[in-house]
């Protein structure tokens, strides 16, 4: 199980040994400590935030009636360190230019943004060069499928979508604007997102249940001419994919030969299916709570299966089912590589998979989209891409494994040579596919082997 991670903020009387009572105070309960900031320091006390990792809330209630006891100490504040990152949202939007001027207001606004303006309305190519939109994208949700949440509503959802903006402009220089939409209606979305769509340079739809989703993403790729990608379904089958890969060359398998079983087949275990199917030419046996989900799989040239002969026939299994605890030990077999993919809680946890005689054993915390979309939008949108193929997709995975150290399995995901290595690759792949407006020349291609990406 995660264990929550709370700040504990103490003031420390200026005593020596004082920060050792305290450590070892929490220590003596098998509490974890991690960072250890020093807010003040006075002339007689010392202000200190402990970051600490404890099983539950009663654990916690441990640590700060024996951490009171000491006479030098006195807990000033508990904190809960996941929603102290995420105060006041976690994106803003910031000028690239400093107006700091009469001079600038005059170019930046008015008289001098008319001419630009005009220019744009005379030949709208100049939109690439004179706006923000090439680099722009829409993250999109109606809130239905948050994580493993569920049904939980676009505003709730509204943390996720800051993290995936906040990711896209650290690792890729691409700004994402979380777009709530307060509707289910399939036509409803697809409307919506038509006429938003001149804004961006693309669309990321994002957590948005199965199986309008498919439904969604092809209506608004075919009536857009502009990159547009459902995350859950192409953004997780990519580094599934990759992750895959490598994990077969980890224990000497050979994906193309491989039994592979999906248990779950929403929108990211049917595209899963999809994908590997186009990457060996072999079918995947797949499983789900309906027969509907069931009968996609199959009409996307999949086997309909059950979940105990799944596990008893296959050789990987990767289940995204969202069911917690769903993959029971005893199920496991010798020798399997398992994925269990559900977030935030997997269906076996890597451990217990191990334990059970799993070759070879992951959850959504390694094997995470965050490892795909970044670099397939900055290279869609470095070609101008006028949608993003499975040529694409492929070349993003077969990076994302090259990319990965000896030994593992996965890359870092915040490393950005990784992200630049999928961005060049996507890009490439475009161009090779017809699908790129903007011609790259050989400059582009070249700066893949700079210390660090030109967005950092």
């Not at 008289?111 to 303006?117: E, L, R, S």
């Not at 969202?322 to 010798?334: Q, S, W």
């Not at 996507?426 to 210390?451: H, I, P």
Request: glycine share 10%.
């Amino acid at each position: 199980m995660d264990k929550l991670v709370r700040t504990l903020r103490c003031k420390n009387a200026g005593i020596p040994g004082t920060l050792g009572k305290l450590t070892t105070a929490i220590g003596k309960l098998g509490v974890d400590i991690g960072n250890i900031t020093t807010v003040h320091i006075g002339s007689h006390y010392t202000v200190r935030d402990f970051d600490i990792y404890v099983e539950n809330e009663e654990q916690l209630a441990q640590v700060v009636n024996e951490v009171s006891k000491l006479k030098e100490v006195t807990v000033l504040q508990v904190m809960d360190a996941v929603l102290e990152f995420h105060k006041h949202g976690k994106i803003k939007m910031v000028n690239t230019v400093p107006i700091d001027s009469i001079d600038t207001l005059r170019k930046i606004y008015t008289p001098g943004v008319a001419q630009v303006c005009n220019l744009i309305a005379a030949k709208p190519v100049w939109k690439d060069t004179y706006t923000a939109i090439p680099y722009t994208v829409a993250i999109v949700t109606d809130g239905t499928a948050i994580l493993g949440l569920g049904n939980i509503g676009p505003v709730a959802g509204m943390p996720v979508m800051e993290g995936k903006a906040a990711l896209l402009q650290q690792l890729v220089g691409v700004s994402g604007v979380p777009v709530l939409l307060n509707t289910t209606d399939s036509n409803e979305i697809v409307e919506t997102v038509k006429h938003i769509a001149p804004t961006f340079g693309g669309i990321q739809l994002e957590d948005i249940a199965s199986p309008r989703c498919f439904e969604i993403e092809d209506r608004l790729i075919n009536e857009l001419n502009m990159p547009v990608m459902h995350d859950d379904q192409k953004g997780t089958a990519v580094v599934t994919l990759a992750a895959l890969i490598n994990a077969c060359k980890l224990t000497k398998k050979r994906l193309e030969e491989a039994k592979v079983g999906l248990i779950g087949l929403g929108a990211a275990g049917l595209t899963i299916g999809k994908f590997l199917l186009q990457y060996t030419n072999n079918p995947t046996l797949g499983t789900a709570k309906t027969e509907a989900s069931k009968k996609r799989h199959a009409e996307s040239g999949g086997i309909p299966s059950g979940l105990d002969e799944i596990m008893q026939k296959c050789d990987i299994i990767v289940a995204t089912s969202g069911v917690r605890g769903l993959i029971e030990p005893g199920m496991v077999r010798k020798g399997q590589i398992i994925f269990a993919l559900s977030n935030p809680y997997p269906e076996i946890t890597p451990e217990a998979a191990r334990a059970a005689g799993a070759a070879l054993a992951a959850d959504g915390r390694s094997v995470n989209n965050l490892l795909g979309y970044p670099g397939i939008w900055r290279g869609a949108l470095d070609a101008q891409a006028t949608r993003i193929n499975y040529e694409m997709y492929r070349a993003a995975a077969l990076a994302i494994a090259g990319a990965t150290g000896e030994g593992e399995f996965v890359p870092n995901p915040i490393e950005p040579k990784v992200h630049l290595a999928v961005a060049h690759a996507v890009a490439r792949a475009a161009v090779d596919s017809g699908l790129a407006r903007r011609q790259l020349d050989d400059d582009y291609f070249e700066s893949c082997n700079v210390k660090e990406p030109p967005w950092a």
